[in-house]
């Protein structure tokens, strides 16, 4: 019997959601509490048959072409825009991520994160905690409706469309941007495609739902903040940065906006002494969107299972780069 396939892992997964999926290789977990491909990991890259990695563990060009008989890049996670896509479709391998299982726990996050912003939940339940609940005050913590308002939900994918789907049960108007024309969609949900200029003027409250691209870099900056109503809110459990981070503290600062809820932040981790954490106006959580018991589980086997096929040979059941196939 020839010898077991090496496989790096940057983060070890509970025993019981690994199983004995992974018995069959030699799996080189990173030292305990690091992050990335660290020293360990590095020095088996020459042997690596399999990379099983998490969302902020950068995967660039340099570690790909060190890993000579590299077959797989498994990413716990949807996106992927901590590897290099295109070094790894030149290189011929393919690359696993959890599209779909996590729809359902993002889009509820991200209503949840609108609610306690639109409704000052942090700031009321600190009160309360402090004592500064003296009597019931009829103009104390007043918070915005949603309830014809206009809601405005910038990339309707997947997560884009099930936010839609929950909100619409809260009365807004509903608009959207889509790279592409989502006519059925739009009448399903009784919203209007609109471009993103529009839907920034127009909305009450903003929910990013892109990918992180070259494209969505950067794309709520200072201009995009100027033209934002001073009364919106913005969400953000997408990818830190969507938005300008420095752009955003001073939009905050100065009531450009009235608020954010952010899931994710750039960078990320974000420090506890970030200009952010000191605005009561911004709520943040710790990258949280897909944190749920049965999500989380659902994403780490479809992680193993792309990471199995693609040791194995076999294409992998969620792929996300697809044209790795065609090209060798
Ligand atoms: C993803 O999978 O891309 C999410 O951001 C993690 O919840």
Same mark, same amino acid.
């Given at each position: 019997m020839g010898e077991k396939a090496v496989v790096l892992m940057t983060h070890e997964l509970p025993e019981e959601w690994q199983g004995d999926t992974l018995n069959e290789y030699q799996v080189v977990l990173a030292e305990g509490g690091q992050k990335g491909i660290t020293a360990r990991l590095r020095d088996r890259l020459a042997d690596a048959s399999g990379i099983f990695c998490l969302l902020d563990d950068p995967i660039p060009a340099e570690i790909l072409h060190n890993a000579p008989k590299l077959k797989v890049v %498994?990413? #716990?996670?949807?996106?992927?825009?901590?590897?290099?896509?295109?070094?790894?479709?030149?290189?011929? =391998?393919?690359? &696993?991520?959890?599209?779909?299982?996590?729809?359902?726990?993002?889009?509820?996050? $991200?209503? +949840? #994160? *609108?609610?306690?912003?639109?409704?000052?939940?942090p700031k009321? !339940?600190?009160? +309360? @905690? @402090?004592?500064?609940? $003296?009597?019931?005050?009829? $103009?104390?913590?007043?918070?915005?409706? *949603? /309830?014809? %308002?206009? +809601? &405005?939900?910038?990339?309707? &994918?997947k997560i884009g469309y099930a936010v839609a789907q929950r909100l619409s049960g809260f009365g807004p108007r509903l608009i959207f941007t889509s790279k592409h024309p989502k006519p059925e969609q739009a009448r399903i949900l009784n919203a209007q495609q609109v471009s993103l200029d529009e839907l920034l003027r127009t909305s009450d409250f903003i929910c990013l739902h892109t990918a992180l691209t070259a494209e969505t870099r950067g794309m709520i900056d200072k201009s995009a903040?100027? =033209?934002? /109503?001073?009364? %919106?809110? *913005?969400?953000? !459990? +997408? @990818?830190?940065?969507?938005?300008?981070?420095?752009? #955003?503290? /001073? !939009?905050?600062?100065?009531g450009q906006i009235r608020a954010a809820g952010l899931d994710v932040t750039d960078p990320e981790p974000l420090p506890p002494d970030h200009p952010l954490f000191r605005l009561e106006n911004c709520l943040i959580t710790p990258h949280i969107g897909s944190?749920?018991?049965?999500?989380?589980?659902?994403?780490?086997? =479809? !992680?193993?299972?792309?990471?199995?096929?693609?040791?194995? &040979? %076999?294409?992998?059941?969620?792929?996300?780069?697809?044209e790795v196939y065609q090209s060798t």
């Open positions: %498994s990413n #716990l996670a949807a996106g992927v825009d901590n590897i290099d896509l295109d070094a790894c479709t030149e290189l011929g =391998i393919p690359v &696993g991520h959890t599209p779909r299982v996590l729809t359902d726990g993002t889009a509820d996050l $991200t209503l +949840a #994160l *609108l609610l306690s912003v639109a409704r000052q939940l009321a !339940a600190e009160d +309360a @905690r @402090r004592g500064r609940w $003296t009597s019931w005050n009829p $103009t104390g913590w007043l918070g915005a409706d *949603l /309830k014809d %308002s206009t +809601a &405005g939900i910038i990339g309707l &994918g903040f100027q =033209i934002m /109503k001073n009364s %919106s809110i *913005l969400i953000n !459990a +997408a @990818r830190g940065p969507v938005v300008n981070t420095d752009d #955003l503290v /001073k !939009a905050l600062e100065t944190a749920t018991h049965q999500t989380r589980r659902s994403m780490a086997e =479809i !992680a193993l299972r792309n990471l199995v096929a693609g040791l194995t &040979g %076999s294409p992998l059941p969620h792929c996300a780069n697809p």
